[in-house]
């Protein structure tokens, strides 16, 4: 199976600070995403990292307080924009590899952000 | 709306067997997958269904109608790893995965 590498695994932060996550992957993926899980919540897309191009993405996410960068196909980085306490959460990191879209999904192990 | 129901929380014993539902409604269908999560750590890939029937994979067997907008996971010979979080999510017809919110399965010995 493929390996995905996210770093950091966790951070505390100040409220109002940057952080940025790194997402590497051991082969090149067709697509890359980016999902938050809440405490006890289901995963919620953010957005899918374009391979040089704008990220799109969803609903309620917007690229001010989530830039995300995909310089290539096997790295990627989401950006947590002026933190608040409502953006603790785990960042997952996830590609999915083969020609169709209907391939199964592989994760990174999450960053877990506090935010004070 | 699009919407994943499965159940909160499943309680079962060590070598007992569990099945925990999921029903869907979702603009279009292009397959249902069933990742397990265990606690602190990311989701993994158990099983994709696009057809009805029944697919195994070992101790774990994955059901599908479509006609009824539902699914479930069948474990077998429960062992206390399998204590986790098991999260359907149904891909619609614009090939986005709408995800459910995830079942807790205690496994008790």
């Known amino acids: 199976s493929a390996v995905i590498s996210q770093k950091p695994s966790r951070d505390i932060c100040q409220r109002g600070t940057s952080l940025t996550i790194q997402c590497q992957v051991d082969s090149q993926v067709t697509m890359m995403f980016w999902y938050r899980q809440q405490p006890g919540q289901s995963l919620t897309l953010i957005a899918t990292a374009n391979q040089g191009s704008e990220a799109t993405y969803e609903s309620g996410f917007v690229i001010d307080k989530f830039p995300i960068s995909r310089p290539n196909l096997t790295f990627s980085t989401l950006t947590v924009s002026n933190m608040s306490p409502e953006d603790s959460s785990i960042y997952l990191c996830s590609g999915r590899w083969g020609q169709g879209d209907t391939g199964e999904l592989f994760f990174g192990e999450g960053s877990r952000l506090t935010v004070l | 709306g699009q919407n994943i129901d499965q159940p909160t929380e499943m309680t079962a014993t060590e070598g007992a067997i569990v099945q925990i539902n999921c029903t869907y409604q979702t603009s279009g269908f292009n397959g249902l997958f069933w990742y397990q999560q265990h606690a602190g750590e990311a989701p993994t890939f158990l099983s994709y269904?696009?057809l009805d029937g029944l697919e195994e994979k070992g101790r774990f067997s994955s059901f599908l109608s479509r006609s009824k907008g539902y699914s479930y996971l069948l474990l077998k010979e429960l062992q206390m790893k399998d204590s986790a979080s098991y999260l359907c999510?149904?891909?619609?017809?614009?090939?986005?995965?709408?995800w459910g919110a995830g079942t807790k399965l205690i496994i008790k010995p």
């Open positions: 999510a149904v891909m619609d017809s614009n090939y986005q995965l709408i």
């Open positions: 269904n696009v």
